[in-house]
């Protein structure tokens, strides 16, 4: 199993641009969440899924949009890009079951807004 | 609201010393505990969890031990190795069980030299 995986791996992006940050999981898991991590502190969430057709907004959803038409896929959005999205951002998932809070992350995606 | 505050890095050890990380949290009910641990260049992996007060988890020579009374889940290992160099990370979730997202605390670095 490849568990999490996110594409690309680094990006530059100018003020104004967009882009998507792709987001894979295999392990048939349900829920899937997109974190954004700043310098020196703890991850923050931006959206979450729980299940295909169905998302919800984190912590801090403002400048983001996601989709979930899939079980294996959470891709997010970034529409007008800003140097405050300047970030790393991990997708995560997690089983459904009634005790199962683990969650899987992936390598991450490091961008940065100029 | 959830918080989960830990004690600020870096931390700086010699082989074979002793390791805590602080951890205490602020929430309602009965959440579950998480310790993550990111390798330089890597995503978030899970190192242990307790589910309950009382409950020890512990892996590849790390413990804590869910402290209800005091609100704290505490990190420790006996003899910390050069490889144990990586960000830790103190996390919970359950109290919002629609969604399970994790809250994070700002993490610490811990750099061990030979």
């Known amino acids: 199993n490849a568990g999490v995986t996110q594409t690309p791996k680094f990006r530059i992006l100018k003020i104004g641009q967009s882009m998507t940050l792709q987001c894979t999981q295999d392990?048939?898991?349900?829920?899937m969440y997109w974190y954004r991590q700043d310098p020196g502190m703890g991850l923050k969430l931006i959206y979450y899924?729980?299940?295909?057709?169905?998302?919800d907004k984190g912590e801090v959803p403002n400048g983001y949009n996601v989709s979930r038409s899939t079980t294996e896929d959470f891709p997010l959005r970034l529409e007008l890009a800003a140097p405050s999205q300047t970030s790393v951002y991990f997708c995560?998932?997690?089983?459904?079951?009634?005790?199962?809070?683990?969650?899987?992350f992936g390598p991450g995606t490091r961008l940065t807004v100029t | 609201g959830n918080s989960v505050t830990q004690m600020e890095g870096p931390v700086t050890l010699s082989e074979e010393a002793f390791l805590t990380i602080n951890c205490t949290y602020t929430?309602?009910?009965?959440?579950?505990l998480f310790w993550y641990v990111q390798y330089p260049g890597e995503g978030l992996q899970l190192l242990l969890k307790?589910?309950?007060?009382?409950d020890k988890g512990s892996n590849k020579g790390f413990e804590a031990t869910y402290r209800k009374e005091t609100t704290s889940f505490h990190l420790e290992k006996g003899s910390v190795q050069v490889s144990d160099s990586a960000v830790y990370f103190c996390?919970?979730?359950?109290?919002?069980?629609?969604?399970?997202?994790?809250?994070f605390g700002s993490g610490t670095r811990l750099q061990v030299q030979p």
């Open positions: 995560a998932s997690s089983y459904s079951g009634p005790s199962s809070y683990e969650q899987y």
């Open positions: 307790a589910t309950k007060a009382d």
């Open positions: 899924s729980v299940g295909a057709g169905i998302t």
């Open positions: 996390a919970l979730t359950g109290l919002d069980t629609g969604r399970r997202a994790l809250t």
């Open positions: 392990m048939n898991h349900n829920y």
């Open positions: 929430a309602t009910g009965y959440p579950s």
